[in-house]
Each structure stands twice: as C-alpha cells, then as structure tokens.
C-alpha cells in the first residue's frame, strides 16, 4: 500500500492551484487578505501622522477599502466555496479548471490592479473593475447554470446566486462611478455588497452547513433551519438595503428588529449544549457577532430618530465586518480547508490565534468611534487584523500548494 507523499516543501507546487476550486481560489482570497489590510494600513498610518509620504488615490481610500474587502478580498473565498458545493448541494458534475480558473485570475488581478492604481497610476483602477467584472461574470454565469439546470429546486443555491447577482449589480455601480464620479453610485455599490452580497451568502451558508455539521459531531442533535426562515431573511435584509440606499437611517430598526429575533433564534435553537470539538464550536462563536451587529444597528437607528444624532458610527457596520464575516471566516475556511486537504477535523493553534485577535481587533475597532483620536485606533485595528490573519494565511497557503495528506486527489 503506498504511503501518502510527505507533507514538506519539497512537494509545494503552484500546479496544485489548479486541482480544486477551492485550492486556486482560497489561495488567491488568503492573499488578498494580506495584501489589502496592509495597504489600508499602511493609508491609516499616513492619514494620521504622515510619516509615510505615500501617495493618495484618486479615489477616497477609504471608498476603495470597502470595496477591495467586499468585493476582491471575500469574493475568492465565496466562490471557491460554491464552486465546489453547488455540484454537490444539486447532483451535478463536478466544474473543470478551465471553469474556475478563470474566475480566479479575474478575481487576483482585480485586486492587485486596484491597489496598484491605489499606489500609482489612476487608470490601473479602471483596469481592476473590469478584470473583477470579467472574473465575477465568468463565475456566476457557471453558477446560475447551475441553478437553471436544478430547476430553482435547490433554496440555498438560490438563495447564494441571487446575492452573487446583486453583488454583480453593484460591482457594475462601482465601474460606473470610476466613469461618472457620482458618489451615489460609490454609496450603492458599497451598501450592495454588505446588505446584497455578503449577509445574504454568509447567512444562506450558515443556515445550510452550521447545523449539519453539529449534526454530525452531537450525538442526537436535531438540526433547526426551517425554509420559512431563510424566506423571511431576504425581505428583511432588502428592505434594510433599500432604506440605506435612500438614508432612511431612522427607520432601520424596522428591518433591524424582525432580522435580530430570526437570526436569534436561529442561534438559540442550533447552539450545541453538548461538548463539542473547537472546530464546530467557533462557527457559532463567530454568528453570535450577527445579532450583536444588529442590535447595534437598532440601537443606532433608535437613537438617530429621537434626536438625529448618528451615535455609533460605523461601529455597527465593523461588528459585522470583523466579528461575523471575519471571525466565520476564519472558522469556515479552516475547517473546509482541513477536510478538503485530507487533514484531521482539528481547529489548531494558528486558527485559534486568528480567531480570538480577531475578536480583540473587533472590539477595539467598534471602541474606535467612541474615543478621541479615533484615526489611531483604525490603525491599531488595521494592524490587528494583519497579526490575526499573517501566520494563519501562511498556513493556508501552503497547505494549498501541497498534495492532499491522506494521499487522495483534489
């Protein structure tokens, strides 16, 4: 019986990017992670203190930061992750490279032209929309193929195509302000991309996989995610959508307040009471941010409505950004990535300090907009985010590069 290749970095190879979705494409997202928090890190410093000398984008970057994180740092890893699921979520033949990879090169070279541009030459920016555009297009054609072929019978596919379209909808916002400079356009297609594309994809995923996964470490747990729920979800998070869009910020808790007790009782019904591995443990740690961000959200818009003052800033915003899209993050691809690379179910030490500096980074950065010089404390947050996610991104790179452990193709 052969023995699986050796886990060295004799056996590292960029030719194992290609071998899996999610290889090539939580390779590129591990990157990106990196590369734009230090870029905005590096812009914080300078807006601060300047002491840097760095040059400032034609576009405000802190315009730039969100859509870099919402729509080139996170979309690798949403894709790399559908782009495998779908096929088996709805009984269809796996996708070939010449699928993916395309998408994943569109994707890296959105990214790493935006930032150019954000460093030197203006134009790369408009080259970084379109090779975003192109990739973004490429893969959710594939998906929506996907879809039609299943006959919509698949929700949670669905459910994941129709925000990988909305966020297509905003990406072309994006493009159109590069060419129009109306900073409407700029506003919607960052509230597109929090409120249409990421909340809709995290929740869908979590409704879909948190309890099954429980269910396969709880012995006689019983999974609760009812359709109606996911039903009810997207009406809500619209509706909350559409009221920023037209900054009818007094009127949120209307959405707010319905979101909370869905995305609550989710919580309460799905949490394991038993002991259970880190691993699954961390996935609900890291949901919990959603109704804290939400609360937030209410108490914010509560407030606004009384007496007009915008109290928290964007603290709401950054609960959900770091503590349930950054902390799921963490804990969603490091478990897809040692199940999918032939290594044990374990939540190791590299993850566990990315997961609890994000939580730290988290808090500091909601503190953020209640202290006085609050420019440092972004900074001090940006700079967290980069000691959180440096070893546990070098981790995962390699183990990209690497064959599977157990020996196994993929």
């Not at 970095?9 to 030719?15: D, E, F, R």
């Not at 290889?23 to 840097?52: C, H, K």
């Not at 740690?285 to 003052?309: C, R």
Request: glycine share 10%; charged share 10%.
């Amino acid at each position: 019986m052969a023995s699986p290749p050796p886990d060295s970095a004799a056996t590292l190879s960029p030719a194992m990017l290609a071998r899996a979705p999610h290889r090539l494409l939580f390779f590129i997202g591990a990157a990106n992670v990196l590369l734009a928090m230090a870029w905005w890190t590096l812009w914080l410093v300078e807006a601060r203190w300047q002491v840097l000398g760095l040059p400032q984008p034609r576009v405000y970057g802190g315009w730039i930061h969100a859509i870099v994180m919402q729509y080139q740092v996170l979309a690798p890893f949403m894709f790399g992750f559908l782009l495998t699921v779908f096929p088996r979520w709805m009984g269809q033949e796996d996708l070939t490279r010449w699928h993916y990879v395309p998408v994943g090169l569109g994707l890296f070279g959105g990214q790493l032209l935006t930032l150019a541009g954000a460093l030197g030459p203006a134009h790369l920016v408009h080259l970084g929309a379109v090779f975003t555009l192109v990739g973004w297009g490429t893969g959710l054609l594939y998906l929506l193929r996907m879809v039609w072929h299943d006959g919509g019978k698949t929700w949670h596919a669905v459910s994941c195509a129709a925000a990988l379209f909305l966020g297509f909808v905003g990406l072309l916002a994006y493009a159109a302000f590069l060419h129009v400079e109306d900073a409407r356009l700029m506003f919607a297609a960052i509230k597109i991309g929090t409120f249409g594309l990421l909340l809709p994809v995290y929740f869908t995923v979590a409704h879909r996989m948190f309890p099954f996964f429980a269910g396969n470490a709880v012995k006689g747990y019983k999974p609760w995610r009812p359709m109606w729920l996911l039903g009810a979800f997207w009406p809500l998070v619209l509706a909350h959508l559409a009221l920023e869009l037209v900054h009818g910020y007094q009127w949120l808790w209307l959405a707010d307040a319905p979101l909370l007790a869905l995305s609550g009782a989710w919580l309460w019904r799905n949490w394991p009471r038993a002991p259970v591995p880190l691993l699954l443990r961390v996935l609900f740690w890291g949901y919990a941010w959603l109704p804290v961000a939400l609360a937030l959200f209410i108490a914010q818009s509560a407030v606004y409505a009384i007496n007009g003052d915008f109290i928290l800033g964007r603290a709401p915003a950054h609960a959900l950004f770091i503590g349930f899209f950054g902390g799921l993050l963490v804990a969603m691809v490091t478990r897809v990535t040692q199940g999918h690379s032939g290594r044990p179910l374990v939540f190791g030490g590299v993850a566990t300090f990315a997961f609890v500096v994000i939580q730290l980074t988290c808090v500091l950065r909601i503190a953020a907009e209640l202290v006085p010089d609050h420019m440092a404390w972004h900074a001090a947050a940006a700079a967290g985010w980069l000691l959180a996610f440096a070893p546990w991104v070098l981790r995962s790179l390699g183990i990209y590069l690497a064959p599977r452990a157990d020996g196994k193709p993929g």
